[in-house]
C-alpha cells in the first residue's frame, strides 16, 4: 500500500508510524484512559484490510480518530486531534529558510543557481519565495493548497500572489506613440523619429514588465504605420530595431523566465518585420505571426490561447490591445480520470467539485486585486498603456470588463479521453458550460483554454506518474500540448 502525503510524495505504507503517532497521544492522558497495544494493532489491522492502493494520509488519522472514540477512549482521540493539530502546524512553519540560503550560497552550479549569484537577482528570487510560502501558510484556504500540491488543479503564480499582479497585457501601441508617456516621473513626449519611437516602446516594455507576472505582447502594425508616414530608410529601420531588442534583453530580469515579449506582425511584411526576425533569434521576443492568433471565445472548437492576444467581444467587436489577463488556474483532467480509475460516472462528480475549486481560486485572483489603485502601475492604469484612469481610481472597472479575463487552463485532455474512453469535447463541454455558468453569476470574464505550457504539462505529468505509475500512452509521455 501506498501512502499520498500532504505535498503529494507518494510513500510506502508503514505501520510504525500510526503506532508511533497514537502512542504520543497515549503518553498525554492519565494510565486507566490509554489504549493498549493489542487494541492499537487492531487499528493497525483495520486499516490494512482495507486493501486500497493508495490511501491518503489525512484518510488514516480520520480513521484513526474515529476507531478511538468507537473503542470509547474519548479523551485518547481528543489528544490524537490535539497531537494532529500540533503536527499541522509544525508542518505550516516558515519553510522559507532553506530555499532562501540556497538561493544565495556561492559555488558552482547552473541555471538558478548561476542566475542568483548576482545580487539585484538575489532580491527578486527572495521575495518570490516569501511570497510563495505566504501564500501556502496564510493567503490561501487548505482545500486548494492541498488540491495544488496533489496535482489536481494547479495554482499559477503563487510565488507574486502576496502582490496585486495582473497575469498578461497587451499594451496599446497607439496611445502611446500618439500622445508620449510619464515614466518615474520624467515625461517622454510623443516621439518625432523612429529610433525615439522604438525607445519609448521598449522603456514601456520594461517598466510594464516589473509591474505584472507573465508576458507583455503588442502588434506592430502602429509602428509600421509610424516608420511608414516618416518615410524611414532600412538603415533607420536597422538601428531602431536593434535599440528596442537590445534595451528589452539587457533589462528584463533574467530571473523572470516566465517574461516573454510578444511581438505581433499585421499587414504585409516590410523592413521593419524583416530586421526584427534578424535580431530576435535567442532573446526574450517572440515574433508573432497575425494568421496564427486564435480567436478568444468560450467554444469548444476554439479555446482560448493567452499567447495570442486577438479578441472579439460580446458586441463582435475586435479587441487587440489595451487589454489584460487578471490570472490562470490550471485543471489536471488527465489525473482526475486516472483517480476514478476511468469511472466515467465518477470521473464527471470529481470534475465538478475540481471545477469549483479552479473557479474559487480564480476568483481569489480576481479579489486579491481589487482597490488596486492605478498609482500602483501608473504607466499601465494611467498614461494609457493599459487605460487612462485617474491616479485615485482603482481598476476595479477594468477587472469587470470581458477583455480582461480569469483563464482556466485545462492540462491532459487528450489522455483523460483515452483513460474514460469518451469523445475529449464531451469533457470540454462539460468545462465549457461551467465556465459560462461562472460567467452569468459573477459577471466575469472567465474563459476556457487549452494548455499552452511545456513545464506545466511535464510537472503534472510527474506527479500522476508517482501516484498511478508509468500508463501507455498516459503517463509515459508529456501530456498533450495543445
Given at each position: 500500500?501506498?501512502?499520498i ?18 502512542e ?21 489491522d ?5 486493501d486500497?492502493?493508495r ?16 473503542l ?7 489528544k490524537?486531534i ?38 539585484r ?6 521575495a ?5 510560502d ?5 493567503l ?12 489536481k488543479?494547479?495554482?499559477h ?12 497585457s497587451?499594451?496599446d ?16 513626449d ?9 525607445s ?19 502588434s ?10 516618416l518615410?524611414c ?6 538601428e ?13 530580469n533574467p530571473?523572470?523566465k ?14 521593419l518585420?524583416?530586421?526584427?526576425d ?7 521576443i ?9 480567436k ?6 476554439e479555446?482560448v ?13 475586435s ?8 490570472g490562470?488556474v ?32 480564480l ?12 498609482e ?10 493599459l487605460?487612462?484612469?485617474?491616479l485615485?481610481q482603482?481598476?476595479?472597472s ?26 475529449q ?12 455558468i ?11 483554454r487549452k ?5 506545466l ?20 509521455h ?5
Amino acid at each position: 500500500m501506498k501512502v499520498i502525503k500532504r505535498d503529494g510524495r507518494i510513500v510506502d505504507y508503514d505501520e510504525k508510524k500510526i503506532a508511533l503517532a497514537i502512542e504520543k497521544a497515549n503518553d498525554e492522558v492519565r494510565a486507566t484512559q490509554r489504549i493498549p497495544t493489542k487494541e492499537i494493532q487492531s487499528i493497525i489491522d483495520y486499516i490494512e484490510s482495507l486493501d486500497k492502493k493508495r490511501i491518503l494520509v489525512e484518510d488514516i488519522q480520520d480513521i484513526i480518530e474515529v476507531k478511538l472514540m468507537e473503542l470509547g477512549y474519548y479523551a485518547l482521540a481528543k489528544k490524537y486531534i490535539v497531537y494532529r493539530h500540533n503536527r499541522t502546524l509544525v508542518r505550516k512553519k516558515n519553510t522559507t529558510d532553506e530555499s532562501i540560503l540556497g538561493l544565495i550560497k556561492s559555488g558552482s552550479g547552473s541555471g538558478l543557481q548561476q542566475v542568483a549569484k548576482v545580487i539585484r537577482n538575489q532580491q527578486a528570487l527572495i521575495a518570490k519565495e516569501i511570497s510563495k510560502d505566504l501564500s501556502l501558510r496564510v493567503l490561501l484556504p487548505e482545500k486548494i493548497t492541498s488540491a495544488h500540491n496533489e496535482g489536481k488543479i494547479y495554482f499559477h503564480d503563487m510565488n507574486y500572489f502576496l502582490q496585486p499582479m495582473i497575469y498578461q497585457s497587451w499594451i496599446d501601441t497607439k496611445t502611446l506613440l500618439t500622445k508620449g508617456c510619464k515614466i518615474h516621473d520624467t515625461v517622454l513626449d510623443a516621439p518625432a523619429t523612429f529610433l525615439q519611437a522604438c525607445s519609448l516602446l521598449a522603456q514601456c516594455v520594461i517598466v510594464i514588465s516589473d509591474c505584472q507576472i507573465s508576458t507583455v505582447g503588442f502588434s506592430l502594425k502602429h509602428l509600421v504605420g509610424f516608420s511608414e508616414k516618416l518615410h524611414c530608410t532600412s538603415d533607420q529601420i536597422m538601428e531602431g530595431t536593434n535599440l528596442l531588442v537590445q534595451l528589452i534583453n539587457t533589462v528584463i530580469n533574467p530571473c523572470f523566465k516566465e517574461k516573454k515579449v510578444l511581438l505581433y506582425l499585421e499587414g504585409d511584411l516590410n523592413p521593419l518585420y524583416r530586421q526584427l526576425d534578424d535580431c530576435v533569434k535567442d532573446s526574450k521576443i517572440l515574433l508573432v505571426e497575425k494568421e496564427k492568433r486564435l480567436k478568444n471565445t468560450v467554444t469548444i472548437e476554439e479555446t482560448v490561447n493567452a499567447y495570442y492576444p486577438l479578441w472579439h467581444d460580446r458586441e463582435g467587436n475586435s479587441v487587440d490591445q489595451g487589454r489584460f489577463s487578471q490570472g490562470v488556474v490550471s485543471l489536471n483532467c488527465v489525473g482526475l480520470a486516472l483517480h476514478c480509475e476511468g469511472v466515467e460516472k465518477e470521473f464527471y462528480k470529481l470534475l465538478q467539485n475540481t471545477l469549483d475549486l479552479c473557479f474559487e481560486s480564480l476568483l481569489r485572483k480576481h479579489y486579491a486585486l481589487m482597490s488596486t489603485k492605478t498609482e500602483s502601475a501608473p504607466l499601465m492604469f494611467h498614461e494609457g498603456a493599459l487605460a487612462s484612469l485617474e491616479l485615485d481610481q482603482t481598476i476595479d472597472s477594468l477587472l469587470k470588463k470581458d477583455d480582461c479575463p480569469l483563464v482556466l487552463s485545462v492540462v491532459g485532455l487528450e489522455e483523460a479521453s483515452k483513460v474514460l474512453s469518451v469523445d475529449q469535447s464531451k469533457i470540454l463541454k462539460k468545462v465549457v458550460d461551467s465556465c459560462m455558468i461562472q460567467r452569468i453569476e459573477t459577471g466575469l470574464g472567465f474563459i476556457v483554454r487549452k494548455n499552452s505550457d511545456i513545464e506545466l504539462s511535464k510537472f503534472l505529468r510527474n506527479i500522476d506518474m508517482k501516484k498511478f505509475g508509468v500508463i501507455e500512452s498516459i503517463t509515459d509521455h508529456d501530456y498533450q500540448i495543445n
